[in-house]
T-cell receptor, first 112, second 114 residues
Framework: GQQLNQSPQSMFIQEGEDVSMNCTSS?????WLWYKQDPGEGPVLLIALYKAGELTSNGRLTAQFGITRKDSFLNISASIPSDVGIYFC????????????FGTGTRLTIIP | DVKVTQSSRYLVKRTGEKVFLECVQDMDHENMFWYRQDPGLGLRLIYFSYDVKMKEKGDIPEGYSVSREKKERFSLILESASTNQTSMYLC?????????????FGSGTQLSVL
């Protein structure tokens, strides 16, 4: 099956810095989702995007649905220690019961 | 609080053993999924089910089977475990319908096959 490529694979930042990561696909998706996995837990949905060009925020997190529908971006402003974890993008070609395709993940580490 | 519960957090098995990974959800969700998570590869779908007794292959079903006898329970079976099946296994569930494919995940089972 197809996979989504996430970049970067890992990030080491200092508390207070902004973070940017992206997800690219060779094919079009009609839904983009961003998940976060805390250490020792399963992923949890952060943001869902349904329309090309859409920009959606959830607190300090902002995600965008790329206009080509082949990419998506996630930004985190003013990072804090609890932002540590693995961030996954996921795409869905159709709607409803259509299965998701997950990205390779971006591991975020905050240096004290 | 809604929950997806995986029966074991850590499992160590020997090559050739039959392994059962159990998952139970209390949200009355129709859809249930099994993923494996490997560093650098992200989450890959093994099997999924949209209803009791239904199952569909995901992207990497080889070496696995599943069972869904009750709506709330979805089991992943490794018929003869091999070392390349050492991985983190994540179960997830979701409600059917709408455009919002929100998945609720369990905490995962880290399986080591020796």
């Amino acid at each position: 099956g197809q996979q989504l490529n996430q970049s970067p694979q890992s990030m080491f930042i200092q508390e207070g810095e902004d973070v940017s990561m992206n997800c690219t696909s060779s094919s079009i998706f009609n839904t983009w989702l961003w998940y976060k996995q805390d250490p020792g837990e399963g992923p949890v949905l952060l943001i869902a995007l349904y329309k090309a060009g859409e920009l959606t925020s959830n607190g300090r997190l902002t995600a965008q649905f790329g206009i080509t529908r082949k990419d998506s971006f996630l930004n985190i402003s003013a990072s804090i220690p609890s932002d540590v974890g693995i961030y996954f993008c996921a795409g869905q070609v159709g709607f409803g019961n259509e299965k998701l395709t997950f990205g390779t993940g971006t591991r975020l580490t905050i240096i004290p | 609080d809604v929950k997806v519960t995986q029966s074991s957090r850590y499992l160590v098995k020997r090559t050739g053993e039959k392994v059962f990974l159990e998952c139970v959800q209390d949200m009355d969700h129709e859809n249930m999924f099994w993923y494996r998570q490997d560093p650098g590869l992200g989450l890959r779908l093994i099997y999924f089910s949209y209803d009791v007794k239904m199952k569909e292959k995901g992207d990497i079903p080889e070496g696995y089977s599943v069972s869904r006898e009750k709506k709330e329970r979805f089991s992943l079976i490794l018929e003869s475990a091999s070392t390349n099946q050492t991985s983190m296994y994540l179960c997830a569930s979701s409600h059917r319908g709408g455009t919002n494919e929100k998945l609720f995940f369990g905490s995962g089972t880290q399986l080591s096959v020796l």
